[in-house]
């Protein structure tokens, strides 16, 4: 009866998974003295499908310790093993989709280096025979030649201005250097004295609390610094502009604020701010290439962290980021 119950078992036992499962099994009976079986195998149900089963037991042996019978209990974990298939072909396919991004943005970076650099030559001499142009005709040339001529160099100005920020865009986030201490007070220090003679002559009121130490690439998080700063002081309005620049500590992270009381933004803004060439409002009204958030968008998430802001349009806005406490490398 025992035979007939193990030749049913054996019969019934996915074929690909019999040999290894029987291997199992005369291991633990006979050449061990283990009192616990458990293993995995597809067993086929009355239906004529397999079942992914988890067989396990109690071995129940003699005084010479002969393995004589066993007591046990199969379990279909069929379900489980198609989550775990499921979730190993998504794995499978977030990888081949992060090599993919991976390979697009640094051949996206490459070309925008390479751009960069190549169209820079002759925007140089554009802006230079337009300049010569009106310095060696200028008792022949009438009012309206010369504001067409002011407006290609402005428009040359302006394409400049754009190439660097599209190098500065495409540089960001490419060296893999280790990130070091950088006391965040120095970095504000040094950027208000960037803008000292804007903020002297504009009388601009600053709050500035103290700010903490942070480990990251100095140069990029001044420059995070230098871009908000002066987003706040170029987006003012006709009142007197107060800046405020604190920050609160929370478990693992700090999270900076710069405020003003400028001309705010809309809700609807909020997300378009940060992506490369979104710009607000016309050249006339406000200069900028539209790169400056972008770029403050990737410093942080190069450092680990978070970007947002929060704004009333008339009113003012404020810009948050988030740097964590210890270095990337020693997060857990």
């Known amino acids: 009866e025992a035979s007939q119950d193990n030749y049913f078992w054996v019969k019934r036992v996915h074929p690909e998974d019999v040999s290894k499962v029987i291997e199992n099994r005369n291991r633990i009976f006979l050449e061990t003295q283990d009192q616990y079986w458990e293993d995995e195998y597809r067993f086929l149900k009355a239906n004529g499908e397999y079942a992914h089963v988890y067989d396990r037991g109690y071995i129940i042996r003699n005084a010479e310790g002969k393995a004589v019978r066993m007591i046990g209990a199969s379990q279909d974990i069929s379900a489980m093993k198609r989550s775990e298939q499921q979730l190993q072909e998504l794995n499978t396919t977030l990888e081949q989709r992060a090599a993919e991004l991976a390979a697009s943005n640094t051949e996206l970076e490459r070309f925008a280096y390479v751009a960069s650099h190549d169209l820079q030559e002759p925007l140089r001499m554009v802006s230079s025979f337009l300049q010569l142009l009106e310095k060696q005709y200028n008792e022949k040339l009438d009012d309206k030649a010369r504001e067409y001529i002011q407006f290609a160099v402005g428009g040359a100005?302006?394409?400049?201005?754009?190439?660097?920020?599209?190098?500065?865009?495409?540089?960001?986030?490419?060296?893999?250097?280790?990130?070091?201490?950088?006391?965040?007070?120095?970095?504000?220090?040094?950027?208000?004295?960037?803008?000292?003679?804007?903020?002297?002559?504009?009388?601009?009121?600053?709050?500035?609390?103290?700010?903490?130490?942070?480990?990251?690439?100095?140069?990029?998080?001044?420059?995070?610094?230098?871009?908000?700063?002066?987003?706040?002081?170029?987006?003012?309005?006709?009142?007197?502009?107060?800046?405020?620049?604190?920050?609160?500590?929370?478990?693992?992270?700090?999270?900076?604020?710069?405020?003003?009381?400028?001309?705010?933004?809309?809700?609807?803004?909020?997300?378009?701010?940060?992506?490369?060439?979104?710009?607000?409002?016309?050249?006339?009204?406000?200069?900028?290439?539209?790169?400056?958030?972008?770029?403050?968008?990737?410093?942080?998430e190069r450092h680990y962290g978070q970007i947002w802001v929060t704004s009333t349009e008339g009113v003012g806005s404020t810009f948050y980021f988030s740097l964590p406490k210890t270095p990337p490398e020693k997060k857990a």
């Open 157 to 300: 100005e302006r394409m400049k201005k754009l190439i660097l920020d599209l190098l500065t865009y495409s540089r960001t986030g490419t060296e893999k250097e280790v990130f070091l201490p950088v006391d965040m007070q120095s970095v504000l220090e040094n950027t208000l004295q960037i803008f000292a003679p804007r903020i002297e002559k504009e009388a601009i009121t600053l709050w500035v609390k103290p700010l903490p130490r942070v480990y990251g690439n100095q140069m990029q998080l001044q420059q995070l610094m230098q871009n908000l700063i002066g987003n706040a002081i170029k987006y003012r309005k006709d009142q007197p502009l107060e800046i405020t620049v604190d920050c609160m500590e929370e478990a693992d992270r700090y999270v900076f604020a710069v405020r003003d009381n400028g001309i705010g933004i809309s809700q609807r803004y909020f997300e378009k701010i940060f992506i490369v060439f979104q710009r607000l409002h016309p050249n006339n009204q406000y200069t900028g290439t539209g790169i400056g958030l972008a770029i403050c968008k990737k410093i942080v």
